[in-house]
């Protein structure tokens, strides 16, 4: 497989990409990884310095953060497409910033990266972007029939291909090679497509290949999580507004159908739509033209359509929670992606790969999985499936000090029936020097699991807080007490991680705050 490390430079070709954002670390760590990835970075500290520089160097991507000084990312945002309406825009946000990503999204960025991100994102974002740049630039159309559909580059195992060829998508089973199969053949059309599987087998990605092997690769992928959609919001959502057109509309917005024009929308667990928003959507896609809500203006749709369910939809169906129409339009191809349980043979490569791209991320040596780790992997039922896999790879190289993952450093997240006796139980003890760090007070409640007291709530609590104090005292002693460095590995705001700290009583250097010693206050 090649990783995005790999994919990058492939893309690149010296591709220009301008960097903007405030912080001077962020801005040089960007700019040395990818002119390692052999891209051409240039760098601005603020929207007008980017604006100056887009103006005289005409980038091929730009990297913009939101939170910018003098003038806002998204009026940063809009001005840079006004100097170059083709440039490939990848904005990065806070984390926990969805509604920020959104507004960015419905105005045609072409991603976002949330902080904290690792290499690989920044990578394939960038690559992702580059390439399209380069399609949109090419007098040969961007997919050819007599040519093979774009290679798959996520660096997600679910839709990448291992060094060597000899695995499809990280995976060997001959299930996941038919999923292979039916991506490959189906990607080329207009069909629409419905992926099916348990929640955490990787359906997104899946939908991603599609769209990356479809002849609107070079256009926007928008996904839409259905669940999260209110009923009274649904079509503003879908097909936009009108301002005025119901109370707080105090301006007129794209839908997620027009954003993701000339490319593909993605509706996640559709399901989950309420009767008058399936209707809705059944209209929408027979007649390939909607209405923003307050207009009577209708607007051409030009958007694939792939959409996901972790539930049957034909037992909706015969239950009456799903329109039997619109699920027959739905379903012109139907994938489904089995769970992880029920292809065993994949768990050992998947497990290789996310060892690997973990170690490269902290920079460390790739460890190995040893024999009795391996079968205590093969001995667990997978309830989060792939997911599950990857974070549970992720943790054990963050705790494997050697060269090999031994059973002891798998740390499960949840124990189903079957694989309890395979869960490691979360280490509290003193002793170990991994969960020391300048500050040797243990302030959260000890984990006993000879006498459990209190209700099912609190004993969880209680069990959780160990856990967590743990992980976030090894990790600050991974990266020296350095809590940029740590909030960026656990995938959590730095202000989190400072209060976590606090409260644990954990010591750490906090380079955002000028003259902050880190630690307990007082």
């Known amino acids: ?120 994102d920044v990578l394939f974002a960038v690559g992702r972007a580059a390439e399209a740049r380069r399609r949109a630039s090419a007098t040969t159309p961007a997919w050819a029939p007599s040519s093979p559909p774009p290679s798959f580059a996520n660096p997600d195992p679910i839709v990448s291909e291992l060094e060597g060829g000899s695995t499809v998508w990280g995976c060997v089973s001959t299930a996941m090679r038919r999923v292979a199969d039916q991506v490959r053949r189906v990607a080329p059309t207009e069909f629409v497509v419905v992926v099916l599987g348990e929640t955490g087998v990787g359906k997104e990605q899946v939908a991603q290949a599609i769209h990356r092997g479809s002849r609107r690769c070079a256009g926007p992928f928008v996904p839409v999580d259905c669940g999260a959609l209110p009923d009274h919001l649904v079509e503003s959502e879908l097909f936009g507004h009108e301002r005025g057109a119901f109370t707080g509309a105090d301006r007129s917005r794209s839908g997620r159908f027009e954003t993701a024009r000339g490319g593909t929308l993605f509706l996640d667990e559709i399901g989950n739509l309420s009767e008058s928003a399936q209707a809705s959507l059944l209209r929408a896609i027979q007649d390939r033209c909607a209405t923003r809500v307050g207009s009577d203006t209708p607007r051409r749709l030009d958007a694939r359509i792939v959409v996901a369910t972790h539930a049957r939809l034909d037992d909706r169906v015969a239950q009456g929670r799903f329109r039997r129409d619109l699920f027959h339009r739905l379903a012109e191809f139907v994938i489904t992606v089995p769970p992880l349980r029920e292809r065993p043979e994949d768990i050992a490569p998947l497990a290789r790969l996310f060892v690997a791209q973990t170690a490269r991320e902290l920079e460390r040596p790739n460890p190995i999985l040893t024999d009795e780790t391996l079968r205590r992997l093969h001995h667990h039922s997978w309830p989060g499936n792939v997911r599950e896999l990857r974070n549970l790879m992720r943790r054990a190289v963050l705790w494997a000090d050697g060269d090999q993952i031994e059973p002891d450093h798998l ?97 750490f250097r906090d380079p955002d705050r000028a003259g902050s010693s880190g630690g307990l206050e007082g």
């Not at 010296?14 to 052999?38: C, H, K």
């Not at 124990?415 to 490691?424: D, E, G, L, M, R």
């Not at 459990?452 to 959780?464: A, D, Q």
Request: proline share 7%; net charge negative.
């Open 411 to 507: 740390e499960f997240a949840e124990a189903s029936p079957q694989s309890q006796s395979n869960v490691a139980t979360p280490r509290s003890s003193e002793s170990d020097s991994r969960f020391q760090l300048g500050n040797d007070r243990d302030p959260s409640p000890s984990m006993s699991h000879d006498e459990p007291t209190g209700s099912l709530k609190e004993i969880v609590r209680r069990h959780v807080a160990v856990v967590e104090r743990q992980a976030v005292a090894a990790t600050l002693k991974q990266t020296g007490g350095n809590l940029t460095r740590a909030a960026r590995l656990l995938g959590v705001d730095a202000k989190t991680l400072r209060t976590k700290a606090r409260a644990y009583g954990l010591d």
């Open 1 to 120: 497989m090649p990783s995005s490390a790999t994919v990058g430079p492939a893309s690149a070709c010296r591709a220009r990409v301008l960097i903007t954002d405030d912080e001077p670390d962020v801005r040089w760590s960007l700019a040395t990884l990818l002119s390692r990835e052999g891209y051409e970075p240039i760098e601005a500290a603020d929207g007008p310095t980017a604006l100056e520089l887009a103006r005289r160097n005409a980038p091929d991507v730009a990297l913009l953060d939101l939170n910018l000084p003098r003038r806002h990312g998204l009026e940063v945002f809009r001005d840079l497409l006004e100097v170059d309406p083709g440039l490939p825009v990848v904005v990065i946000t806070a984390h926990g910033s969805p509604d920020a990503a959104r507004q960015v999204a419905s105005q045609g960025a072409f991603g976002y990266l949330s902080k904290p991100f690792n290499n690989e």
